[in-house]
């Protein structure tokens, strides 16, 4: 299914009357899931993708105290606890990726380091025909709140400022 999708997508582009956009397509099969909004793709080798347009909850956020983020005295480091919100997003990624086929799809342009974040690729990955980062963002189906926001904004909006992640690529 994954090759199928890679060479429909190419074959759209082919088919457009622009060139391609620059980047690579290939299929593989996701193996893991970090968090809301990356995951690992097994192709011939293990691609650590960042999804575009998606913008998770971080799984851990700051112990707040008055609304001031709690450090500890011996390390000087913020304490942080689990994030329900960023383990929500997370585990709706694994429900929809976590051992299928896919297609992850990586635009590069002329400099190839603005195709990368913290040592993960930024792309977009296609599972069943659909791209996980809409139906990371979409409102579920029962109204609830989504799994993740479009933008850093969106995160803070629906998540709250403590959501952690917000100003991190």
Not at 65 to 82: F, H, L, P
Not at 147 to 156: I, L, N, S
Request: with cysteine; net charge neutral.
């Amino acid at each position: 299914m994954p090759r199928c999708l890679a060479f429909a997508l190419l074959a759209g582009f082919l088919a457009a009357a622009d060139p391609p956009p620059l980047g690579v397509c290939l299929p593989g099969r996701v193996v893991e899931v970090h968090d809301g909004d990356t995951l690992t793709v097994e192709v011939r080798y293990l691609l650590k993708v960042r999804l575009v347009d998606c913008w998770a909850p971080e799984l851990k956020r700051p112990v707040l105290r008055d609304g001031e983020a709690v450090i500890d005295r011996k390390t000087g480091r913020t304490i942080m606890e689990d994030n329900p919100e960023g383990m929500r997003s997370r585990d709706h990624l694994r429900s929809l990726a976590l051992g299928k086929p896919c297609a992850v799809a990586i635009p590069i342009g002329e400099d190839i380091a603005k195709s990368l974040t913290f040592g993960r690729w930024l792309g977009r990955v296609i599972v069943n025909g659909d791209d996980l980062s809409y139906m990371q963002t979409r409102k579920p189906p029962d109204g609830g709140k989504p799994y993740a926001g479009k933008t850093r904004e969106d995160q803070e909006r629906i998540f709250g400022a403590e959501s952690g992640g917000v100003g991190q690529p």
